[in-house]
């Protein structure tokens, strides 16, 4: 999906972004590794769910920097369409855990009878993190005037 498209379909606007919105947005999605990291051996279902938020969060962050926001419902499923659409093929195993843990979050936040294994929690923690690293990163070169985190 294009971004001409995901902005013909309402989905995303284009904006004026302050700096400190993406710099903000990329220093919470540490801190969430961290805390999903901290919460490991307490709650397999919260690691979880921090990881994927340290992903929306993220990718939040690279929406801001490219100019853009996602608007109307289903924002978290618009973050996910857009990272795609500007990570491109060479990250698509990266946006397809992405996906795959938004939804799986969803279905933890509203139906708690659906656990989430350990295994499960770890791979999407280290998922996070290299999600994390490549938008930072990529964030980074496109404004190599000024460390963001």
Not at 84 to 91: K, S
Request: glycine share 4%.
């Amino acid at each position: 999906m294009t971004l001409k498209r995901l902005e013909a379909q309402g989905q995303i606007e284009k904006i004026r972004i302050e700096r400190k919105q993406i710099v903000s947005n990329l220093k919470r999605a540490r801190k969430d590794l961290i805390t999903a990291k901290a919460n490991l051996d307490i709650d397999e279902e919260w690691t979880y769910t921090i990881a994927y938020h340290a992903m929306l969060r993220a990718g939040r962050a690279l929406m801001f920097a490219k100019g853009y926001r996602p608007k109307g419902k289903d924002q978290h499923k618009t973050v996910v369409e857009f990272s795609a659409e500007i990570l491109g093929g060479e990250f698509k195993h990266l946006v397809n855990r992405f996906n795959r843990m938004r939804i799986k979050r969803h279905d933890f936040i509203y139906d708690t009878e659906k656990p989430i294994p350990r295994t499960e929690a770890i791979h999407s923690l280290e998922s996070a993190e290299q999600f994390v690293m490549e938008i930072t990163s990529r964030i980074e070169r496109s404004t190599p005037q000024k460390k963001l985190i």
